[in-house]
């Protein structure tokens, strides 16, 4: 499993034929669908989702230890692959479930019976070469997911929303998206944007975004691999590194997600096919890293971030007359004070010299 690679869940809301059923022995069984394929999820920051058929296959076959879960919580286990009591299926229409769920879930069992519970979920892993972005005709930027390295759990949910927080989509893959009315390398401002983006709109005058002769030779080279080979990098890399090669300036929150690329894919180098004389060379990892413009970009961005974090800390210092303001309204203050003090205290001196 690829350790870089963040926990991501998606909900099917309305599953498909889930139900519950009993089976020869008279014991209680959950069916349903985890997944579907090719049916496009709801929009989960800027981008729908879809499914190609045959993307568990991998997974499946590899026997994984999966664990089918209430709400993916560790505190209603309902079955595991590695005990028998939950048996997975990729068919036709999509990742389909079988549940033999113990005596404790009575409650929740009544539940789908009822109908009161009607969704279900799963929580997966996905290398960045196995999934692929375009737009549709509306211009939503699509994420295709081709392959799922890992598969964590399936669920039965009990929340029929299909809000930011149950998504758990990960940053990498926010870090994909793209507005439709800007260039392919414009990024979005998502309510997902992390922190580091806040202050992303600001002119900085002063910083030179225009790419240097390095970033834009490495970015070229991801380009010519990526037409030599035909993989590595997603369709968003090929637009980053066309607009690099080109010279294209950047903007502030551009050069921001750079550096953030990189601190992310870091650990690609450790992979083989990195280094050249390596099997495999151009791995995909490299392949994607010159495309984003590499060592050179990396060291760029870091240093206009650099430059964009001590202008920001500028920014907010308070000028000369807003300190000299503040200052004298301390000292007035002050003075207010201690002539009170004083006050009271030649009173109190009064008094008790009339006490004695």
Known sequence: MD?????????ISEAPTLEINRDDNGRTVIRGYAAVYQSDSKNLGGFVERLSEGCFDDVLASNPDVFARFNHSDDMILGRTTAGTLRLFADERGLRYEIDPPRSAAGLVESLERGDIRNSSFAFRVKPQDEMWTRDAKGMQVRTINRIDSLHDVAVVANPAYSAAEAYVSKRALSMVTPADESPVEE????????????????????????????????????????????????IGIA?????????????NTARRMKAYFDRHEVDKRAEGYRQGEPGYPSNGRIAWALWSGDPGYSWSKKLVMQMNAEDARSLEPEADEVATVDMTRSIALSKAAGLNALLLANALHQSTGKR
């Open 3 to 11: 350790e870089t690679s963040e926990l991501e869940r998606r909900l």
């Open 188 to 235: 979005a401002e998502e309510e997902f944007a992390s922190e580091e983006l806040a202050l992303n709109d600001r002119a900085y005058d002063n910083i030179d975004f225009d790419p240097p002769a390095g970033v834009r030779a490495e970015a070229q080279q991801g380009l010519d691999w990526r037409s030599e080979y035909g993989r590595g990098g997603t369709e």
């Open 240 to 252: 980053r590194g066309r607009d690099l090669s080109n010279g294209t300036k950047i903007s502030p």
